[in-house]
C-alpha cells in the first residue's frame, strides 16, 4: 500500500533541515505500518496486488476445474478404449474463467468408423466401435448414436456373412449334388455287373 505524504506549506523549502524532517517522518510511519503487522513493501504492493475473486466468481472458478476434469477425463475413457481407432487426439473447447484461465467445457476424439473390408471383419470392428463410444462413465448423447450406428452395422454385416454362409453351403451342394449325377451318368451298369467286377 502507498502512504502518501502531505507537505505543507511551511516546509516547502528544501534545505537540509527539513531533509532530516521529511525522513523522520518516514521512518515514523514505518515503524507505526511495521507494528501493524503490515510488513508489506508499499511500493511493490500495489504493483503485485491480485485482483480479489468474489465468492460468486470463486464459485465458478470450481464449476469450471470439476467440468474441465470430467471433459478431460471423459475423452481419456475415449481414447484408452479405442486407441487403434482414434484419428488424432482429443481436441478441447474453452472457456475463460474469472480468473483469467482456460477450462476445457467440452472436448471430442474422431474414430474410425468404416466398416470392415469383409462381414468378417466388419463385425469385431463395430463392436470395438461401440466399446469405444461407450468408454465413459456418462456417455453423451453423441457417444450412444455413434454405439447406435455401430451396433446397426454389426447387425447388418452378420446379415451379410449368414447370407454369404448360405451361398458358400448351397453352391457346396450343388457341386455335391453333380459330382453324384455324374457318377451315376458314367457307371450304367446294374449294380449286380458291378459287384462281379470286384468278386
Known amino acids: 500500500m502507498i502512504q ?12 537540509f533541515e527539513n531533509l532530516a524532517r521529511f525522513a523522520a517522518q518516514a521512518s515514523k510511519q514505518l515503524a507505526v505500518s511495521s507494528r501493524s503487522g503490515d510488513s508489506e513493501n508499499p511500493v511493490t504492493s500495489s504493483t503485485s496486488q491480485v485482483k480479489q475473486l468474489t465468492p460468486e466468481e470463486q464459485q465458478q472458478v470450481q464449476q469450471l476445474r470439476q467440468t474441465d476434469r470430467q471433459v478431460r477425463a471423459h475423452e481419456q475413457a475415449h481414447l484408452a478404449v479405442g486407441a487403434d481407432l482414434v484419428r488424432g487426439g ?50 453423451s448423447p453423441q457417444d450412444n448414436s455413434v454405439a447406435a450406428q455401430a451396433s ?26 453333380r459330382l453324384y449325377q455324374g457318377v451315376e451318368q458314367s457307371d450304367k451298369r446294374p449294380v449286380g ?3 462281379d467286377l470286384f468278386a
Open 152 to 177: 446397426s452395422m454389426e447387425s447388418e454385416a452378420r446379415i451379410e456373412l449368414a447370407v454369404q454362409q448360405r451361398e458358400q453351403a448351397t453352391s457346396a451342394d450343388r457341386g455335391n449334388a
Open 90 to 139: 482429443p481436441s478441447y473447447s474453452y472457456q475463460t474463467g474469472p480468473d483469467n484461465q482456460r477450462y476445457a467445457v467440452s472436448g471430442e476424439v474422431s474414430i474410425d468408423t468404416s466398416p470392415g473390408r469383409s462381414p468378417a471383419e466388419t463385425i469385431p470392428k463395430a463392436q470395438h466401435i461401440r466399446a469405444t463410444a461407450l468408454a465413459p462413465a456418462e456417455p
Open 4 to 15: 502518501s505524504t502531505a507537505i505543507s506549506p511551511a516546509t516547502t523549502g528544501f534545505g
Open 193 to 195: 455287373v458291378r459287384l
